[in-house]
């Protein structure tokens, strides 16, 4: 069930959904040893307006953000309607830690990371270079030198094996054209005992004003994070509208 109070959040989400796809010259198909050896994940169906057709565990994955939409990541309002400023503040971070902020689009998360692990750096990933540009921009703006910009595929994240600390996905997840082996490659790139947190806009409630596909309900969530090994932590409750997931690499 949608909600029919036609909220910017909802009209955004429409546009994004809809209109700022990546253009089908950005999609890569994945190698085939890679495409045969997880074919068997994935299943296709009738597409929904804002989905691709293809299902995994049983959820259909959204269309893909394009960096035309950097201006919604970077709206006036964003931290007024997600409290953003909460979503920093709970992180598990320390000073040295290597964070991937996967999906970092315009750096929104990743750069004020970086003011706050300053003996460590953020690997800012993305699978758009025009994203990773603004990235850049902004990081040289702000006098910011510890964000890598990393550029990444759509299978393959390309993080060091066994160097990151924490793993930061926000409202992205969803959107991953091939979650298994993205979050393959992420747990690869853990160290043991790493952490990932998860931001999702809550499925399960039909107040919050975003298109059924771009949401996740904490059960379907866990389900997906189970299945490539990683151990769930806690579910925080500390944002408005999203919930605040922490897995762990055993």
């Known amino acids: 069930m949608r909600p029919t109070d036609p909220s910017p959040l909802l009209i955004a989400s429409l546009l994004l959904a809809l209109n700022l796809a990546l253009p089908a010259c950005a999609r890569e198909a994945p190698p085939p040893a890679a495409a045969s050896a997880t074919a068997s994940a994935y299943t296709e169906t009738d597409a929904s307006p804002d989905g691709i057709g293809k299902v995994y565990q049983g959820r259909e994955i959204s269309f893909v953000m394009g960096h035309l939409g950097a201006g919604w990541l970077e709206r006036p309002t964003r931290e007024a309607e997600e409290r953003t400023d909460l979503v920093l503040d709970n992180l598990p971070l320390e000073a040295d830690h290597v964070v991937a902020d996967i999906g970092a689009g315009t750096g929104y998360f990743s750069l004020p990371i970086a003011r706050r692990v300053l003996k460590g750096r953020v690997l800012a990933v993305d699978i758009q270079q025009e994203m990773l540009d603004i990235v850049a921009s902004q990081a040289t703006s702000a006098g910011i030198a510890n964000v890598e910009p990393l550029l990444a595929t759509e299978t393959d994240p390309r993080l060091p ?81 999203q919930h605040f997931m922490v897995f762990r690499k055993p």
Request: aromatic letters at 6%; zero cysteines; a negative charge.
């Open 161 to 241: 094996p066994g160097a990151v600390d924490l793993v930061l996905m926000v409202d992205a997840y969803h959107e991953f054209s091939f979650p298994l082996e993205v979050m393959t490659g992420i747990v690869r790139g853990l160290k043991t005992g790493g952490r990932v947190v998860l931001i999702e806009y809550r499925g399960e409630d039909p107040r919050v004003p975003i298109l059924e596909l771009h949401k996740m309900t904490q059960v379907q969530a866990r389900k997906e994070m189970t299945a490539v090994g990683l151990e769930w932590v806690e579910t925080r409750d500390v944002l408005p509208q």
